[in-house]
Structure formats: structure tokens, C-alpha cells
């Protein structure tokens, strides 16, 4: 009795399944799954952080979040001044080399210091993308492409709930902006670059 009942149910799983496509969706490699556990630097508890970040910038820099397009406060920015990591304040992007792109997020092309970021491949949504982290925090900060304007020729597509700004005034000194470049861009002026701004 108890056999035959189990026989019948096998029976009428296997059809259930075999009847049926062969979940196409287990294929996708879960979001994030390729992301390695890296510490970082700076370090700062997620209590302290919800307190003090935005719901969207605790979701952008530290669930890898991304906001609508032209709904950032930064997305139409113009002031001059330097624009850094909300969680930890590491300088990150100068506002002369802000950007138009039309995308909807603040776009440079350039950082200020090479290493302030951290680039990784981002495998989610089925597309491959560069994904940029604040090299001292880890927060999220957005995308890079290649589609950027010269010399760069990079865009690096970042979340205004990812920065934070520093008006040009507040700082008095006038560095150089132009630091060590390994890449063959050494020595190009910005001359035709242009800017919109
Ligand atoms: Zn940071």
C-alpha cells in the first residue's frame, strides 16, 4: 500500500518536472556571487552608518544599490569644488572634470588620485560592467565605462547618494591636479576637452 502510493506519487512528480523547462533562471549566477570579502582601511559598523547616511546612500554605497537616473542631487551639479566618498570623506572626483554625459549620474572623467578606487568586475544582470569602490571604505560608488570623453576616454558613472561635496571656497590651496600618470595620457593637455559645464 505505502509502496504503491509512493510509486504513484514519483510517477507524478517526474511528469510534473520533465513537462516543464528546466528553470532557466538557476543558470544566473546570483547576485553578487563573485564578490570576495576584502577589508578595507576604514572601517565603520552598519548601526553607526544607518544612523548617519540617507536610507539611498546606505543602500547605494553599502548594498551596491543604484538610484534613478536624474534623481541624484549631484546629477546636474555645477559649483566648483571636489566631490568625496560619503561614508569615509576620502577626496575622490574634482568638478573639473565633471562631465555631461546625459545619463542621469554625475559622470567624470577622471579621479583625482588613481588609487582612491578600487576597480572589480560586476557580473550582475546578466551584463558585465566595472564596478568602483571607494579604496578606503568599500562603499559603492557606481560604474566604469569607456565611452568617456579624451584624453581619458573613461566615464566613470557614479551615484550622487555615493559623495558628498566640498564647495571650492572651504579649501585654499591650489594644487595641481595633475599627479604620476602611468597610463600613455601622460602629458596630453585637456585643451579639447569639452566641457559643457
Ligand atoms: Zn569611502
Redesign the pocket.
Known sequence: MDVVLRRGLMVALHRAVSSRFRFPALRAAPLGACRTKKTWP?RFSQEELRKRLTPMQFHVTQERGTESAFTGEFALHKDDGTYT?V??G?QLFSSNTKFDSGSGWPSFFDLMKEESVSVSDDFSYGMHRVEIT?S??G?HLGHLFDDGPKPSGKRYCINSASLAFQAKDTTTTTSSSSSAAEDGAAGSSASDVKTEL
Open positions: 576604514v566618498c561614508v569615509c576620502a571607494c578606503q571604505c562603499a
